[in-house]
Structure formats: structure tokens, C-alpha cells
């Protein structure tokens, strides 16, 4: 009997210590990416325990062992509909994680006007509390955290889309995901990990600055601030992380003003970014992204030098940008229109992700210029149906000579192009359009989507 109850004594300990546990990300209330094979994983205080996790929609169970205490298991996701359902995590406990939907899964980041909720306060914003009763939109938000090194948790907890759980959480990303649960009639389950002021240095693992001398350079040119550091990777190990290998649809990103001090590396910089979260997720998701509004900022064509370096970033595949010179304000930073914004990024996906072919999703983009005579001829890709001005003549377009001097030009459209002159230039080599941190010009496509800034040369 005594020793009974002395070994009662030396195991108690362990047996009170014993656990098994998820991730905040993989909890009560969150939506899996339906039709996919899909990670869950966790941790146990047994090293080498035999982990079974059961789905209640199919109750097939699949088994895994711990590696140093830490297991993941693979699982067969089903169309959306139905539920919700439960997931049984069974070692020497039994885990349970209630109220699962299937659905599409997206992740949102960047910085303030990614980061800016109802609280603070955009166009309308009350009425969108007031209606946002979604309970087959889920919301996970990641609090701002920033590491040394990749972190394998964060606090969290998804959420149903209430009133109360939406005023908090980003705008953008929440109108984003309203549009696509809308139009798609499947739950959505929207991440949010954003923080104002970051530039894109901090998203992106730091190995992938410092191994380029060019981003080290731009990065020392990055001010710093009393409210997070700009050095690289430190959001990206407190707050990417820890989500990886959650599976997603894809992203969506509003980030750029910080790095408006270094623009010129800026298209190398987000494309590294895109492609080293696609890598660390194991496969190419896509990437669809707002090119920042026009604002007055106090470094000259900072801010139209980060609209051209992100224009050139869609180069990277399966990404897509979404203009905002229309919906902007020069005067606040975080300009109030957040509908429009969630609705073009939810264009671009339901087009492109979802291949919805009536939707409009894309502005006329830049794609070559051709000389005839005195007048340059401009050619856009995302302007097969024809373009159109707001208002009486076009704007904001320029143009130079061999002197490299651009001074206003006269510009006219003719179906899908436009044509530039100005009897001041006889011999005219290049062209630019919106060339200003301010500018809001005229152009756009017969689909009502405004053109992208740029210019033909590179001077």
C-alpha cells in the first residue's frame, strides 16, 4: 500500500503535466480550405506518442507519431457545406475542436491601411458594424508580436463575424472577405497579421535581406521608431511563422509607404517577399496586393516610385495589383474608402482565383509605346474593350525629348491607346503618365477601372 502510494506520488507530476495542444490558429471556430489536403498540428508532453485526428464529417481517422514531441497529420478537407463539424485529436487525451467549417481561407498583411479597422473609423463605418452578422465568415486576428527567431505559436483565436468581433479587425481585409463570401455563397475564414508603419524588410525572413547587398543598402535607409524595429524578419518570426503550414487560398497585401526611402529596390524586395512565403508554404498561392494611394509626401516622387516599383512586381506570377488613384486622399494617409479597396482585391481573386469571367478586376496597365512622327502611341494591357476619360480632356500625362525634360502634353484616346503630343517636343523619346506623389488622374478602362502610373523610361 505504501508503495502504491509513493509511486502515486512520483508519477503525479507527470500525469497532471500531460498534454496535448494546437496552435492558437488551430482552434474552435476556423475554416479549412475546402477540397485540399490539409495540415493540422500540434504538440504533447509524451515524445514519442501515436497522435489520431478524426474528422466528424467523414470519421476517418489518421495517425501520426510525435517527433520530439511535436506531430502533424494530413487530412482530406471536403467540399464546403454543411457541418459544423468537430476534429478529435486522441493520444493519451482526447482534444476537440468544435464549430469547423470548410471554406476558403486568405491571409491579410502589411501595414496601417491594412492594419485600420472600424474603430478608427472609414467611409460609412458604422453602418458596416451595424450589418457585419456573418457567422459563416470567420475572423483570426495575430496581435503585433516581433522575434529574434520563428516562433511556432501566437495568441489568437478565430472568431465569427459579429458587430462586435469585425470593429476591430481590418477593414480591408474584412470588406475583402464579404465580397468573396457574397459572391461565392462558401464560409471564409480571413487572417489578419498586419501592423501600421512596417515597411516590407520585417515581413520577409531576414536571410533573404541579408544575403542581398542591394536590400542590406535599402534597409540602412529605412528611419527607425520608438514603436517596432525595421530590422528584417522580426514580423515575419513573430507573426508569419506561426501560421505556416496553415493552408490558404491566398493573400492579400496593403503595405508600402514605409519603404518609400528606399523605392528604388522596392520591386526586388516585395517579389523576394512573395516568393519566400511561397516557398515556406510549399507551394505558389496567390498574391494580390494595393498599390499604395496618392499622397503628399515630403520626399520628392516617393511615393509614385513605390506605385511604379509595385506595377513591375506583377510580374511575379499568379499576383495582381489593385489601383487606388481614384479612391484616394492627399491629405490623410489612410484615405476612408475601404469598400472599394475590398472589393478590387475581392475582383481580383474571383476572377483569377475562382474563374468568375464577369468580373472586372484590373486598370490599364502600361505595356509599350510606339513613335509616329511627332506623337507617341501608348499600348495597355487590361484595355481590350476601350478606354475612357472622366472628364472633358485627359490629365497628367507628359512628355520628353532627347533632353530628358518632361514638360505637360496634349494626350487623346484612340480605342485601346492613347496618343501624346506636345508642339514643344518635335522629336518626342518617351512618355509619362501620373508622374506625382499627388497625382489623381483621368484614365480608365470601359470597365471603369483607373490606369496605373508609369513612364517609358528609366532615367
Not at 492558437?24 to 490539409?38: A, E, F, K, Y
Not at 510549399?282 to 503628399?296: D, H, K, L, S, T
Not at 489612410?334 to 472586372?360: E, I, M
Request: hydrophobic share 40%; aromatic share 12%.
Amino acid at each position: 500500500m505504501k508503495r502504491a502510494i509513493l509511486l502515486l506520488i512520483i508519477f503525479l507530476p507527470t500525469l497532471v503535466l500531460a498534454k496535448i495542444w494546437t496552435p492558437s490558429v488551430i482552434s474552435d471556430n476556423m475554416v479549412l480550405q475546402q477540397m485540399d489536403t490539409v495540415s493540422i498540428w500540434g504538440w504533447t508532453t509524451q515524445t514519442k506518442e501515436k497522435i489520431t485526428v478524426t474528422g466528424s464529417w467523414n470519421n476517418v481517422s489518421v495517425s501520426t507519431k510525435a517527433y520530439h514531441g511535436k506531430w502533424t497529420a494530413r487530412i482530406v478537407t471536403p467540399k464546403a457545406g454543411g457541418g459544423p463539424y468537430s476534429i478529435s485529436i486522441k493520444g493519451h487525451e482526447e482534444v476537440t475542436i468544435s464549430n469547423v467549417l470548410f471554406g476558403e481561407v486568405w491571409l491579410a498583411s502589411g501595414q496601417s491601411n491594412m492594419e485600420w479597422n472600424a474603430k478608427l473609423g472609414f467611409n460609412n463605418s458604422k453602418e458596416e458594424v451595424a450589418k457585419a452578422n456573418y457567422p459563416n465568415i470567420r475572423l483570426f486576428h495575430v496581435p503585433k508580436h516581433q522575434a529574434e527567431a520563428p516562433q511556432q505559436d501566437t495568441p489568437g483565436e478565430w472568431l465569427e463575424c459579429t458587430p462586435e468581433s469585425m470593429e476591430a479587425f481590418s477593414a480591408t481585409a474584412y470588406l475583402f472577405a464579404k465580397n468573396l463570401h457574397n459572391d461565392l455563397k462558401v464560409p471564409i475564414g480571413i487572417i489578419n497579421s498586419s501592423w501600421g508603419g512596417t515597411p516590407a524588410e520585417v515581413w520577409v525572413e531576414e536571410d533573404v535581406v541579408y544575403s542581398d547587398s542591394e536590400l542590406v543598402a535599402a534597409q540602412g535607409k529605412l528611419p527607425e521608431n520608438e514603436w517596432h524595429s525595421f530590422k528584417a524578419g522580426k514580423m515575419c518570426n513573430g507573426m508569419i511563422a506561426p501560421l505556416i503550414p496553415y493552408t490558404i487560398a491566398g493573400t492579400i497585401w496593403y503595405q508600402g509607404e514605409s519603404n518609400r526611402f528606399a523605392p528604388h529596390s522596392y520591386t526586388k524586395l516585395f517579389s523576394a517577399l512573395i516568393n519566400n512565403w511561397r516557398q515556406r508554404w510549399g507551394y505558389e498561392f496567390p498574391f494580390y496586393y494595393v498599390q499604395i494611394a496618392p499622397f503628399n509626401y515630403k520626399e520628392k516622387d516617393a511615393g509614385v516610385l513605390i506605385r511604379e516599383a509595385q506595377m513591375k512586381a506583377m510580374n511575379v506570377p499568379k499576383t495582381g495589383m489593385v489601383v487606388t488613384s481614384d479612391i484616394g486622399n492627399i491629405n490623410n494617409i489612410h484615405p476612408g474608402n475601404k469598400q472599394d479597396v475590398g472589393k478590387r482585391l475581392a475582383n481580383w481573386a474571383l476572377a483569377k482565383t475562382y474563374n468568375k469571367q464577369r468580373v472586372s478586376y484590373c486598370g490599364p496597365i502600361y505595356r509599350e509605346m510606339e513613335i509616329k512622327k511627332n506623337r507617341v502611341i501608348v499600348h495597355f494591357n487590361y484595355a481590350d474593350k476601350g478606354l475612357l476619360v472622366k472628364g472633358k480632356e485627359l490629365t497628367h500625362f507628359e512628355i520628353a525629348g532627347e533632353d530628358q525634360r518632361f514638360i505637360p502634353a496634349k494626350a487623346k484616346i484612340e480605342g485601346s491607346t492613347v496618343k501624346v503630343w506636345s508642339k514643344k517636343v518635335k522629336d518626342p523619346v518617351a512618355v509619362r503618365f501620373a508622374w506625382d506623389n499627388v497625382a489623381e488622374p483621368n484614365l480608365f478602362n470601359k470597365e471603369g477601372l483607373p490606369a496605373s502610373a508609369f513612364r517609358t523610361n528609366n532615367w
